[in-house]
C-alpha cells in the first residue's frame, strides 16, 4: 500500500465549528505533515511529527491543533477558524531524513464561512 | 538559508515537442532535490529525486532532470510532451547540510500546458 488518504475530501464549516481532518498511512513511515496550500501557490508546511512526536511546528495559529495517535494516523484539529483559513489541507509522509520523497494524499478542500 | 527558483509561471509545448521546466536552487552544502506534479485538486505526486551520482535522474511518467552544480539547477526535461502532462510542477530542496526535519523548501510553481 503506498498510498495517503486523507478524510473528508471537502468540508465547510462555520467559525464557531469544530471539526477535524484525518490522515492515514500503511508504508510504515515514521515521519507525517500537515501543510496548507493556497490555490496556484506550492504548500506551507504547518507541522512535523516524527515518531509520533511534534518536531516541527510553522508558527501555526492555536485554533489549528496535530495530534498523532499512532505511527499511521495523523489528525489536524480545527476549531474558531477564520475565512482566509479556507485552503487545500495536504497530509505527507515519508521515512523521515533528508533525502527521503514525500508521498501526499489528495487533500481535503476547507470552506470557512 | 535554502532557495528555490522557478522562473517561469506558464510553459507553454505543443504535444510531440520535448519540454523543458527550470529550476536553479541555492544551499550552503550540498543539494537534495526534488520535482514534484500537481493534478487539479489532487494532491503532489513524487516525479524523481536528485541526492548523488549520476547528473542526470529519470523519474516517473518518462520524465527526467539534469542536476548542474556550476549552474546551480535542476531543469526538469520530457522528450515528447503529451496532453496529459499538463499540470503543475514543484521543484524542492532540502539542504544537506541540515537536521533531518528540515522543511523541503518549494519553488512557486511552474503550470505547464500541453497544446494538442
Known amino acids: 500500500d503506498t498510498e495517503v488518504t486523507q478524510t473528508p475530501k471537502h468540508l465547510v464549516m462555520g467559525m464557531t465549528n469544530k471539526k477535524s481532518l484525518k490522515c492515514e498511512q500503511h508504508?510504515?513511515?515514521?515521519?507525517m505533515y500537515w501543510y496548507k496550500q493556497k490555490a496556484k501557490k506550492p504548500p506551507e508546511l504547518m507541522f512535523v511529527?516524527?515518531?509520533?512526536?511534534?518536531?516541527i511546528n510553522e508558527s501555526v495559529p492555536s485554533r489549528f491543533s496535530p495530534e498523532c495517535p499512532n505511527s499511521s494516523l495523523l489528525n489536524l484539529h480545527l476549531h474558531a477558524l477564520q475565512p482566509e483559513d479556507s485552503a487545500l489541507y495536504l497530509c505527507?509522509?515519508?521515512?523521515?531524513?533528508?533525502?527521503?520523497?514525500?508521498?501526499f494524499g489528495p487533500g481535503t478542500r476547507l470552506t470557512v464561512l | 538559508a535554502q532557495s528555490v527558483a522557478q522562473p517561469e509561471d506558464q510553459v507553454n509545448v505543443a504535444e510531440g515537442n520535448p519540454l523543458t521546466v527550470k529550476c536553479t536552487y541555492s544551499?550552503?552544502?550540498?543539494?537534495?532535490l526534488f520535482w514534484y506534479v500537481q493534478y487539479p485538486n489532487r494532491g503532489l505526486q513524487f516525479l524523481l529525486k536528485?541526492?548523488?551520482?549520476?547528473?542526470l535522474v529519470k523519474g516517473s511518467y518518462g520524465f527526467e532532470a539534469e542536476f548542474n552544480k556550476s549552474q546551480t539547477s535542476f531543469h526538469l526535461k520530457k522528450p515528447s510532451a503529451l496532453v496529459s502532462d499538463s499540470a503543475l510542477y514543484f521543484c524542492?530542496?532540502?539542504?544537506?547540510?541540515?537536521?533531518?526535519?528540515?522543511?523541503?523548501?518549494f519553488g512557486k510553481g511552474t503550470r505547464l500546458s500541453v497544446i494538442a
Open positions: 505527507a509522509s515519508s521515512k523521515g531524513g533528508l533525502y527521503n520523497e514525500q508521498f
Open positions: 508504508m510504515g513511515h515514521r515521519a
Open positions: 511529527y516524527s515518531y509520533e512526536k511534534l518536531s
Open positions: 544551499v550552503s552544502g550540498n543539494p537534495y
Open positions: 536528485y541526492i548523488t551520482g549520476d547528473n
Open positions: 524542492a530542496v532540502r539542504d544537506a547540510r541540515n537536521s533531518g526535519n528540515t522543511p523541503l523548501v
